[in-house]
């Protein structure tokens, strides 16, 4: 089956860190370009942060210097690791896969940071 498969969101106090994980199945993991987005209430979904398959990494600016993406492809997942996180970063957080415009989407976790 084709999927992927978010955990790790919740609730956490301004300053806080929490870990996303991203399990996929049903994918040549190793081929895809994975990405983490976003969407807020009333907000588009934006990008945060995406990791090829040579791990080059790519982040929104506002999310530069707290924000670590990271893959294992032994384990067909991928993870963000959030630290220093503001009121602003609450959102629902999406992991995507997308090879040659392909795009695979989870279902989404949501991060909820107060302030």
């Known amino acids: 089956q084709v999927q992927l498969v978010e955990s790790g969101g919740g609730l956490v106090q301004s300053g806080g860190s929490l870990r996303l994980s991203c399990a996929a199945s049903?994918?040549?993991?190793?081929?895809?370009?994975m990405g983490w987005y976003r969407q807020a209430p009333g907000k588009q979904r934006e990008l945060v942060a995406s990791?090829?398959?040579?791990?080059?990494?790519n982040y929104a600016d506002s999310v530069k210097g707290r924000f670590t993406i990271s893959r294992d492809d032994y384990k067909n997942a991928v993870y963000l690791q959030m630290n220093s996180l503001k009121p602003e970063d609450t959102a629902t957080y999406y992991c995507?896969?997308?090879?040659?415009?392909?795009?695979?989407w989870g279902q989404g976790t949501q991060v909820t940071v107060s302030s």
């Open positions: 049903g994918i040549v993991f190793g081929l895809y370009v």
């Open positions: 990791i090829n398959s040579i791990t080059a990494t």
């Open positions: 995507n896969a997308e090879y040659r415009g392909y795009n695979l």
